[in-house]
């Protein structure tokens, strides 16, 4: 913003700002976005109990409103006319940039059709923070929010993903990261990945290896916590995915091509899979 322009609040018109708030650690907020939550008039939060943490840490007595995914379609067009009487609004989630993988782009649609300013104030961000600490390609990637719920829609959407030539980076809720690795490590073969959780707080961490393995550990202990998945790009000289051959040809294949014994062939192949010894050993014998 040039020195001569005024900000919205010093106009006298309304004003939406997309406020990013911390994904974790309290600290991790700007002082600009501070002096936003002091200064607008009223703050529209998913929890106004988890907004009431960060303003209590940084002693900002503002009024609060719920606007959330299941009060959206009343809440916003109610938002929209305090913005258009003048009212200076801050848009904030639970932990990140409001409107990614969280309520915010039905208002900022309608604020759009009605001229109303939109200013974002960055800050937080999982995605990128699990993405520049994963070690994989950052140079181009494609975030992917949530897959979907339901088995098979999730499949569908990963199929659609075998040819990308980008990083893959996805949230994914603890009940349900098992069965999202055991589809990926299926459909999009054993490629390195990378499952970040808890960014930012206490118990933050990085398991890195390939799908398959991911899968394993998270049989072994299964993640909680916020979670973002990164996955490596497609490659033309990874192997076939999963599907496409059997167990036993894949072994043949990693013997021939690398030299391995049956065991540790097999071992390979189990864990782009994302099988466990046991099961493996199982499928095998059905493959007879």
Do not use: W
């Not at 650690?25 to 907004?51: G, H, P, S």
């Not at 969280?102 to 800050?123: E, K, Q, S, W, Y």
């Amino acid at each position: 913003m040039s020195p001569t322009k005024k900000a919205p609040h010093e106009t006298g018109t309304g004003c939406l700002y997309l406020v990013a708030t911390p994904i974790g650690n309290l600290e991790d907020i700007t002082m600009r976005a501070l002096r936003i939550l002091k200064e607008v008039d009223l703050i529209a939060c998913e929890d106004t109990r988890q907004t009431q943490k960060l303003l209590q840490r940084y002693e900002i007595r503002q009024t609060l409103t719920s606007y959330h995914e299941h009060n959206e379609l009343m809440r916003a067009p109610e938002l929209v006319i305090e913005l258009e009487q003048g009212a200076q609004v801050a848009l904030v989630s639970d932990a990140g940039m409001p409107g990614i993988s969280d309520p915010g782009h039905r208002l900022v649609a309608i604020c759009l059709r009605h001229r109303i300013p939109i200013v974002p104030i960055p800050g937080p961000s999982a995605a990128v923070a699990a993405l520049a600490a994963s070690g994989l390609p950052t140079d181009e990637f494609l975030f992917l929010g949530f897959l979907p719920a339901r088995a098979g829609a999730r499949r569908k959407a990963l199929q659609t993903l075998k040819g990308e030539q980008r990083t893959l980076v996805l949230y994914e809720a603890p009940h349900r990261v098992i069965e999202a690795l055991a589809d990926a490590a299926e459909i999009l073969g054993p490629r390195p990945a990378v499952l970040a959780r808890e960014l930012t707080k206490v118990h933050e961490e990085f398991q890195r290896g390939h799908l398959g393995e991911l899968l394993e550990a998270a049989r072994k202990r299964a993640p909680r916590g916020e979670i973002t998945l990164l996955i490596a790009p497609g490659s033309a000289n990874s192997p076939p995915a999963a599907s496409k051959i059997s167990l036993r040809q894949r072994i043949k294949q990693l013997q021939s091509e690398s030299g391995m014994d049956h065991k540790a062939a097999l071992k390979q192949a189990a864990r782009e899979r994302g099988l466990g010894k046991r099961e493996a050993y199982k499928l095998l014998l059905q493959e007879n």
